[in-house]
Nanobody, 124 residues
Framework: VQLQASGGGLVQAGGSLRLSCAAS????????MGWFRQAPGKEREFVAV????????DVGDSVQDRFTISRDNAKNILYLQMNSLKPEDTAVYYC??????????????????WGQGTLVTVSS
């Protein structure tokens, strides 16, 4: 599975961005996909996850009610709609895929495939 993330950029606080992650290769084997982020000097943080077949989703506490994860199965694209952005949302955002359903859906270590990351900068 190959992942290509896009959509990052510079936005003012309170603004919105939509990230996309295009998947290719053995996409039929995907169990779930997620978004993680990493700010400078910090560990990679769980943002959101979606089960590929059912569409059921979870989001992290810090982005609850602001971020929404979704997917287009037909196009094999994962999305992250980010609203009401805050300066503390500034980070490199990574999409990731899990193909065996194992491990915690909230843990980066359970995802084998990763996109290259896209930078989101929120100015105050």
């Amino acid at each position: 599975v190959q992942l290509q993330a896009s959509g990052g950029g510079l936005v003012q606080a309170g603004g919105s961005l939509r990230l996309s992650c295009a998947a290719s290769g053995r996409t039929f084997s995907m169990s779930r996909m997620g978004w993680f982020r990493q700010a400078p000097g910090k560990e990679r943080e769980f943002v959101a996850v979606i089960r590929w077949s059912s569409g059921s989703a979870d989001v992290g506490d810090s982005v609850q009610d602001r971020f929404t994860i979704s997917r287009d199965n037909a196009k094999n694209i994962l999305y992250l709609q980010m609203n009401s952005l805050k300066p503390e949302d500034t980070a490199v955002y990574y999409c990731a895929a899990n193909t065996n359903g194992a491990g915690s859906r909230f843990s980066a270590s359970s995802y084998k495939y990763w996109g290259q990351g896209t930078l989101v900068t929120v100015s105050s």
